[in-house]
T-cell receptor, first 117, second 112 residues
């Protein structure tokens, strides 16, 4: 149980275009999902917290107009990178919290590698 | 503020024990975690420890927490080649359902 999927697993896009990444909780309803970014050989940095039915909470320094987050249902959150540039190339990982389970764990998706050319 | 530090690299021989260290600055942390990341993959939760515990053992894994020094360690007994990965410690305030702050990651290389 507690499986989180991401789609696509990798994507290459041209500079200036927009890319949407999906995060799904497959066997539970996730009221809260988190989006992280990981640059090569670096740690994960939290970008934003996505709450179902309300606006996402962005971390300091993350442009909310560039990284659009939509948590329209209890099993799906999307991250759209708008007007992507090469510096947005990164590994994007989502995680989800299952409110029906113990409080200590988030469940992570397998990640999406974005390359902007 | 929150700042979590780890050494970058550790190399051990197969069968030896590995010890990965982590220091953190936020004394309000409630849960501390160890995650494993294999190349190109997401994160796998290995184990966690609640802040009122000093030690936790789970099969080959032993976690030690020194709250006074804000030091966390992960010991892997009988390290295997399949243990080669990047290991992240992480802390959260109020449980894993809340924001996680990750350490810088330690690359563990297991040699034959």
């Amino acid at each position: 149980g507690a499986v989180v999927s991401q789609h696509p697993s990798w994507v290459i896009c041209k500079s200036g275009t927009s890319v949407k990444i999906e995060c799904r909780s497959l066997d539970f309803q996730a009221t809260t999902m988190f989006w992280y970014r990981q640059f090569p050989k670096q740690s994960l940095m939290l970008m934003a917290t996505s709450n179902e039915g309300s606006k996402a909470t962005y971390e300091q320094g993350v442009e909310k107009d560039k990284f659009l987050i939509n948590h329209a249902s209890l099993t799906l959150s999307t991250l759209t990178v708008t007007s992507a540039h090469p510096e947005d190339s990164s590994f994007y990982i989502c995680s989800a919290r299952d409110p029906g389970r113990t409080d200590y764990e988030q469940y992570f998706g397998p990640g999406t590698r974005l390359t902007v050319t | 503020g929150e700042d979590v530090e780890q050494s970058l690299f550790l190399s051990v021989r197969e069968g030896d024990s590995s010890v990965i260290n982590c220091t953190y600055t936020d004394s309000s942390s409630t849960y501390l975690y160890w995650y494993k990341q294999e190349p190109g993959a997401g994160l796998q939760l290995l184990t966690y420890i609640f802040s009122n515990m000093d030690m936790k053992q789970d099969q080959r894994l032993t976690v030690l927490l020194n709250k006074k020094d804000k030091h966390l360690s992960l010991r892997i007994a009988d390290t295997q080649t399949g243990d080669s990965a990047i290991y992240f410690c992480a802390e959260s305030l109020g449980g894993g359902g809340n924001k996680l702050t990750f350490g810088t990651g330690t690359q563990l290389k297991v040699e034959l």
